[in-house]
Nanobody, 122 residues
Framework: QMQLTESGGGLVQAGGSLRLSCAAS????????MGWFRQVPGKEREFVAT????????DYTDSVKGRFTISRDNAKNTVNLQMNSLKPEDTALYYC???????????????WGQGTQVTVSS
């Protein structure tokens, strides 16, 4: 059982950077893989990145590889998404999620945050 709260979204010009953060409540954060997903109106929630329990393994969707970096700090119960070289097509509501395994599938995650909006202007 945990609650997730995202922060760090905002407005940024194309080519700029943002760092999203997700704060988790509870004392079992290190028992969960974490993921970032995004969603735009009219589309289903899309996988962005995931990270293993200890942070040693990371996976990204192709469109963000080389630009985004997912990380976690288990001592602080946080997971971050560093977003560089942002493009207008990155505009979306970004969600963090926690689950037993690091996967690209939304249904495998047990807990979700409320989302934070990222808007990239051209």
């Amino acid at each position: 059982q945990m609650q997730l709260t995202e922060s760090g979204g905002g407005l940024v010009q194309a080519g700029g950077s943002l760092r999203l953060s997700c704060a988790a409540s509870g004392r079992t954060f290190s028992s969960y893989a974490m993921g970032w997903f995004r969603q735009v109106p009219g589309k289903e929630r899309e996988f962005v990145a995931t990270i293993s329990l200890g942070g040693a393994i990371r996976d990204y969707t192709d469109s963000v590889k080389g630009r985004f970096t997912i990380s976690r700090d288990n001592a602080k119960n946080t997971v971050n998404l560093q977003m560089n070289s942002l493009k207008p097509e990155d505009t979306a509501l970004y969600y963090c999620a926690a689950g037993p395994l690091m996967t690209r599938t939304t249904t495998t995650y047990s807990y979700w945050g409320q989302g934070t909006q990222v808007t990239v202007s051209s």
